[in-house]
Nanobody, 123 residues
């Protein structure tokens, strides 16, 4: 069983930055694909970024060049650095983990999910 706890969300003005963190329990963290997903009110959950155990990354087109996903296996933590934030980035951001294939991971088919952290970007 893996537990994920997100932190770092908050209220920020457009153009600002936030860094989300996701701390994971469990001894096999380094083996998992990790991802960040988000869900805005009235919208479906969508991929933000995923990172493989080896550090390969993939991003949604809407965040490319602005967001960076990274992981520190020694700390069992995955990060999402968000720069140049826009009001449309406002959502509940979830961390997820699993031993899924890359395709499945990008589709959100991961085994473990955190409770989410709210990001609100004001215009």
């Amino acid at each position: 069983q893996v537990q994920l706890v997100e932190s770092g969300g908050g209220l920020v003005q457009a153009g600002g930055s936030l860094r989300l963190s996701c701390a994971a329990s469990g001894r096999t963290f380094s083996s998992y694909v990790m991802g960040w997903f988000r869900q805005a009110p009235g919208k479906q959950r969508e991929l933000v970024a995923v990172i493989s155990s080896g550090g390969f990354t993939s991003y949604a087109d809407s965040v490319k060049g602005r967001f960076t996903i990274s992981r520190d296996n020694a700390k069992n933590t995955v990060y999402l650095q968000m720069n140049s934030l826009k009001p449309e980035d406002t959502a509940l951001y979830y961390c997820a983990a699993g031993l899924a294939t890359w395709t499945s991971a990008t589709r959100g088919q991961l085994d473990y999910w955190g409770q989410g952290t709210q990001v609100t970007v004001s215009s």
